[in-house]
């Protein structure tokens, strides 16, 4: 039985869930999404945060050259530089990621705006962050209502709708790039069954707001006085002689 406890690491037990009929179907379309979405997303680092071995091929494949995990516990089968922390403080350096993807982080986190408090924070100006998530206004989020009391994962999760990530984004500075709804199915355990497989079609036309998870990336606007990018040359390491360096920041500043 996965069990979700936001004592320990709720995304392992998501990533186990992600092995199930219904994880497996949902993951395949979260990662043809993030695939394009990080299509013209370029960079030197990206921190992904939470979940990792269910999107490591796909990050990997991206035009960012160094991906750094963040989650709560190791991943001993993960690829790329890891780091355990907290979610909700990030032992990052100021403006020196490009990219940071949050895969299903923000219903499970403490505090889902203070992870966003600390992506802006670590982005360099024009960097992107990638937020996939489950939407209470569907299907998805009338199912974990009728289900919340047995913290399983990923009912267990606080579901959020991309109004309100939209919301916390603008006033943050971020401005949204691109939207993306999918799984408009019920969240059954077995295949949908074949009569009602238009459901996909029809409600990505008339209902998409009502999918089952939406996914946003958002870009990191900044005062037209401030430059866009910093010099190649001069852009700080996030963890430089193998040390991750202080934040700048304290952890409560917006």
């Known amino acids: 039985m996965t069990i979700c406890c936001r004592d320990e690491d709720p995304w392992a037990h998501l990533e186990e869930w992600y092995r199930t009929p219904l994880g497996r179907e949902l993951l395949a379309e979260e990662t043809a999404c993030l695939e394009r979405m990080l299509r013209d997303t370029f960079g030197y680092y990206l921190v992904q945060v939470g979940v990792a071995g269910p999107f490591q091929d796909t990050v990997g494949a991206s035009r960012v050259h160094q991906r750094i995990l963040l ?3 190791p991943r001993p089968r993960a690829a790329g530089r ?5 979610p909700s403080r990030f032992p990052v350096a100021t403006d020196s990621v490009d990219v940071v993807f949050l895969p299903h982080v923000l219903e499970f986190a403490r505090d889902g705006h203070q992870v966003l408090r600390e992506t802006e924070r670590v982005l360099i100006p024009e960097g992107r962050v990638v937020v ?3 939407n209470a206004l569907s299907l998805w989020g009338g199912w974990r209502l009728m289900r919340r009391g047995q913290r399983r994962v990923p009912w267990c999760g606080d579901f959020l709708t991309p109004f309100r990530i939209g919301d916390w984004l603008s ?3 971020f401005q949204v790039e691109t939207q ?3 799984m408009f199915r019920p969240p059954w355990r077995r295949a949908l069954p ?3 497989a238009f459901l996909g079609t029809l409600g990505r036309r008339y209902w998409p707001l009502l999918a089952g998870v939406y996914a946003i990336r958002a870009v990191k606007r900044v ?3 401030t430059p866009l990018r910093p010099s190649w040359k001069t ?4 963890i430089p002689g193998g040390a991750v360096e202080p934040t700048a920041r304290q952890n409560g500043c917006a």
């Open 71 to 73: 989650s709560a516990s």
């Open 82 to 86: 890891q780091m355990a922390a907290s």
């Open 132 to 134: 996939i998530g489950f």
């Open 171 to 173: 006033l943050l500075g």
């Open 180 to 182: 993306e709804m999918m």
């Open 194 to 196: 074949q009569p009602l």
């Open 223 to 225: 005062s037209t006085l």
């Open 235 to 238: 852009r700080r390491q996030v």
